[in-house]
């Protein structure tokens, strides 16, 4: 992907006409000018490292062109788009080096601890929270170690429905091998078609679909991880009581503990049916207790989502043959995927209405679905007509929704100013709680990065200060590092660099990201 | 609990007379003479240490008196029931301690750091593995941490279906706190009466109802722990990105990292029904398949249980109105709880009647559920006509079920000889794989603790050698450790020693437990 904008460039398109309205009516802003191409900083490794970096993996696997050194700098956030479109891509890898197999990135390891070079895993290069952002002072250089290369399948087991991914298959590419099967892994973030396997595990990514296949941590079942201590391979059974699970400390690691190089994952039998209905709620609190008691109750569908009112009514706005911003209340899609969902759709719709919902049907499921992975196109688009768009999420006991969600809200308003939109959906709901994901838009400041990361400090703020988690799917990475301490303690951060030290002594990895 | 026995002296029965029957038939042998009181060493703390302590929480809450010290020596396992029954006391602890705060604990672990005490974490007592027997080289004393006086529930949150427990309290009592708020834990270990939900947190338990309930891992939402570097407080959310889950390092630590004071649980309503059948399957291959089948559709029970035709032999010849041996085949438990347990229960039956099974209804179901805390004291009966009798566990991967089960029996019989009686169950099911739970009986010989030992270390390399865990549900303790590198490799190791040497580098915390 291009540094400033998300995603295929055959997928970009131009704003939607609605939403361009929409822009117009909420902040009177026009287009602004076009994004200039930006230069690199030049190669700083010595010449020596690159050499023995292309003995090892061939020339054909070690890359120093601004092509593709422009191509693993950064990730997605708003804040990597802004600065790249700025000029600023001053944290460009010096090399990007394309191991193929286990051995070849332990060997990469190797070199890079004995000249001291910081190591940035690459996979799908989506991370939106400063994942891929080394830090370089006091390194001989940065590469980025770039998975590509390492797209297979093996040791598929139809009798227990596990199979072993490589890190390098983004989404799609792993789908389509486990189809072959006819088993999915129904892991899909909004980052699904370029996000990477090893990276869903190294930042604990939880898909859209985590009510009904789980969250990706839930769904490995082990872990093989090169680190400069030597190889880690975790994941004796099904579940043990063989000391601390040492899998859940890998998962999570973002790259700083060792490099994923394989993942055994559950999988499930592919869906003879999917169905995707959406619901209406008199207001977010209602639809909230309605997501509650299914998830209590133990009647959890596949995907189960709930936009708050705001969200509500612009999505409604930008599809005006379903209704207006008029109708108000609260869209929820619920939906099932499974051998016969019949029973259970009738049994969630019970539920939900009796609990207040009315039924919409499948018209509007259907387009959420077929437009799952599109928002962050629609950012660029955003950006291009100078409107700040970013997302931010947290997740908390039921108990707390309420003041979580007004404590983010009126951080980020009181940040951005009343201009700014804050929508909110609940995308993934457990028995004790669920998370909260926030979209935000506001007209560009003069410095729309301060201005963001001012909004930024300001609802990490709030979602430590209210008792919910910093991030609920979206990692530490740089960007939530400063309150990490928060959530786990200094205890916790000091078991943290124990780990870190263990494994990477000489803190080669990732500096910079997750540990404080 | 006594050292020699299992459990409350007022439940013990004398062996039943189909039972009695069954020894002599296998085995010949007629009843030992009574077991002889044994003596305890003396008290080795200094006085001042002790003094201090006393200082600390009061003259009533630290002990040095025998009768209170033998209570608390080692825990369950039938090497420390031979031990003890052959006079040898010598792990006693040197004085009890009961703190009754977080902050009274973490004191406790400041006395034991200044003076380099090593300190047992005492819950039920109830350990299998060796959990309880502290290195006694090198440190001042051993100090048994008593938690019978943390017995406390906090912030019962009825909307998450959340509550805080206090690690003292035992299975039975943890329930009863809940049931007054309309709750229940489910967590139903075969050790239920008199273990603890520190412990069961401390060891990774598993109970008889996981596959409705889930593993106590699974349960457990927050952690309060007391460590030498300070306190932990982890679990901010239902699900967090938030970096490794350190929670699930906490979670089967066995007392070697801290001292957990405090366990916020996940937990569901009290069921309105509870309903346990029967089912007989031709073999125990043909009903593991009907397990699988149940855990890949999505169709778990609360309870599923499945005895292999030995172990079913030998249950139906002590329920005569059952059916003797010669029925063949074997026996599942199949239990559902809940509000509306009718559906599921109806669609449990149509798989497993499908896939070859007989309904045998509930009678035998209700007899299991009667009887399912009982067997430990039937280990008593047993040992005391000079029977040995040990039960050991493993999970693994339902396509290497066949080859680790027979790994295991080839084990054990061919160290205990072919008199020796191997039983097994599959009580914990997953979609993946599912555990094997074996009771060993044998003829004692003259040193029946070396001839446990020696089968014991057997079936452990079986297990490791067949790729399965070295235990499921019953923890690392003293009795495992050996093996725990074959597990988690030698940089799995490196891991432990450096969280270890963080929380706790003085190495007061359960030397000589978990950590090779």
């Known amino acids: 992907m291009h540094p400033t904008r998300w995603g295929d460039p055959a997928a970009v398109a131009p704003l939607p006409e609605t939403t361009r309205g929409l822009v117009e009516l909420a902040f009177g802003i026009h287009e602004s000018p076009a994004v200039e191409e930006v230069t690199l900083p030049p190669v700083g490794l010595p010449g020596a490292v690159l050499d023995e970096l292309r003995s090892l993996l061939g020339d054909d696997h070690v890359h120093t062109d601004d092509a593709t050194r422009r191509l693993r700098t950064r990730g997605k956030s708003t804040p990597d788009l802004l600065r790249a479109r700025a000029g600023d891509l001053a944290d460009a890898p010096d090399a990007v080096v394309r191991p193929a197999t286990h051995d070849e990135v332990a060997a990469v390891l190797d070199v890079a601890v004995r000249h001291h070079v910081a190591v940035v895993p690459f996979g799908g290069g989506t991370s939106v929270t400063g994942g891929l952002v080394a830090r370089r002072e006091g390194y001989a250089g940065v590469l980025s170690l770039d998975l590509v290369r390492m797209k297979g399948i093996r040791d598929v087991d139809p009798v227990s429905m596990t199979a ?109 049916e999917k169905v995707y209905d959406a619901w209406h709620f008199a207001s977010f609190d209602q639809g909230a207790t309605a997501m509650r008691t299914l998830a209590q109750s133990g009647l959890m569908p596949t995907v189960l989502r709930l936009s708050d ?68 196109y629609l950012r660029d688009a955003m950006l291009d007509v100078g409107v700040l768009v970013e997302t931010l999420e947290t997740a908390t006991f039921w108990s707390n929704v309420d003041r979580v969600y007004a404590a983010v809200r009126d951080a980020l308003t009181g940040a951005l100013g009343e201009k700014a939109l804050v929508l909110c959906h609940i995308s993934h709901v457990y028995e004790t709680g669920c998370s909260l994901y926030f979209t935000v838009a506001a007209p560009e400041a003069d410095d729309p990065l301060a201005q963001w990361l001012a909004a930024k400090a300001a609802a990490s ?3 430590t200060g209210a008792g919910a988690t910093i991030t609920h799917h979206h990692a530490v990475g740089t960007d939530h590092r400063p309150w990490l301490s928060r959530e786990i303690g200094e205890v916790g951060v000091g078991i943290l660099r124990a780990v870190k030290a263990e494994l990477d002594p000489t803190g080669v990895l990732n500096p910079g990201v997750l540990v404080p």
């Open 461 to 463: 703020d709030a979602m």
């Open 164 to 272: 072993v991914l490589e890190p390098g298959l983004r989404g799609p590419e792993a789908e389509a091998l486990l189809a072959g099967h006819g088993m999915t892994l129904g892991h899909y973030p909004q980052s699904f078609e370029y996000a990477s396997i090893g990276g869903f595990a190294a930042t604990r990514s939880s898909g859209q679909s985590s009510a009904g296949y789980g969250r990706f941590d839930s769904l490995v079942v082990g872990l093989t991880v090169a680190t400069p201590a030597g190889t880690l391979e975790l994941g004796s059974a099904p579940a043990t009581a063989a000391g601390p699970d040492l899998r859940q400390l890998l998962l999570g690691s973002e790259g700083a503990f060792g490099v994923i190089t394989a993942v055994r994952v559950r999988v499930r039998a592919l869906p003879a």
């Open 309 to 376: 009112e705001t969200e509500t009514a612009l999505n409604l706005a930008s599809h005006s043959d379903v209704g207006g911003e008029s109708t108000g209340g609260c869209a929820m899609i619920v939906g099932h995927e499974g051998a016969s969902v019949a029973v259970k759709r009738a049994a969630v719709a019970a539920v939900l209405t009796e609990l207040g919902g009315t039924d919409l049907g499948e018209e509007r499921g259907r387009a959420w679905a077929a437009g799952r992975f599109h928002a962050p």
